[in-house]
């Protein structure tokens, strides 16, 4: 049987601005408070928020704390004392995270207002031409994009690693890593309302369109 991820999801608009009611700064460790306040936006300040209090969250459950974080060289946090991988994301209304036993990446993405520029210039012909011919174009952008993003989350290697270095490919059975020089992987995507999911995963994984643990529930 196939390892499934454990999913971790916050709706900012259940977060105050912690800078007005400072008993939300205290859900995430002090470090990540540093982070917060530097945001000059209240929305900004939740998703960052939201995002330590998803860390803090995995920490915890594992018996860790924010000491035991190191810092890839691409900024990726990782536990190097214990077996376990997790990544962070946000858009819009979500902060969203995954736990997994292996090197895994996330990314997410409200579905509007694609730059289909950018799929013009910087993603492989292949991978263009899906965005071009589909029908509903920002859907098939960002799919890619959250994909792509996943993937170079996943390596540690983030934005230094070319968009058009690699190529994701759609098959019959979803989406899979063409040509790369990095690490091979397993894809999936789930939607929910008009947000767009991805994770990337060393192994292949099940990922339940309902297995989100959603945290401050209002």
Not at 9 to 31: C, H, K, S, T, V
């Amino acid at each position: 049987m196939l390892p499934k991820m454990k999913l971790y999801r916050i709706n900012i608009n259940n977060l105050e601005d912690p800078l007005q009611n400072e008993r939300f700064l205290e859900l995430a460790g002090p470090e990540r408070r540093k982070k917060v306040i530097r945001y000059h936006r209240p929305d900004d300040r939740k998703r960052s928020l939201g995002a330590g209090i998803i860390i803090k969250k995995i920490l915890n459950e594992n018996g860790l704390s924010e000491n035991d974080l190191k810092y890839g060289e691409n900024g990726k946090p990782v536990v190097e004392k214990q077996k376990i991988y997790f990544n962070v994301s946000h858009a819009g209304d979500f902060v969203v995270g995954v736990l997994s036993d292996h090197e895994v990446g996330c990314d997410i993405e409200k579905a509007e207002n694609a730059p289909l520029e950018i799929a013009e210039h910087y993603f492989t012909p292949g991978e263009y031409e899906y965005i071009k011919y589909a029908s509903d174009k920002n859907k098939a952008f960002f799919t890619l994009w959250t994909l792509k993003e996943s993937y170079m989350k996943m390596t540690g290697k983030g934005m230094s690693l070319p968009l058009d270095s690699f190529e994701i490919i759609r098959t019959a059975d979803g989406f899979t890593l063409g040509k790369s020089s990095e690490k091979q992987c397993f894809f999936k995507t789930i939607e929910f309302e008009d947000y767009i999911f991805s994770v990337c995963n060393e192994t292949d994984f099940i990922l339940m369109q309902k297995g989100f643990t959603d945290i401050i529930k209002q």
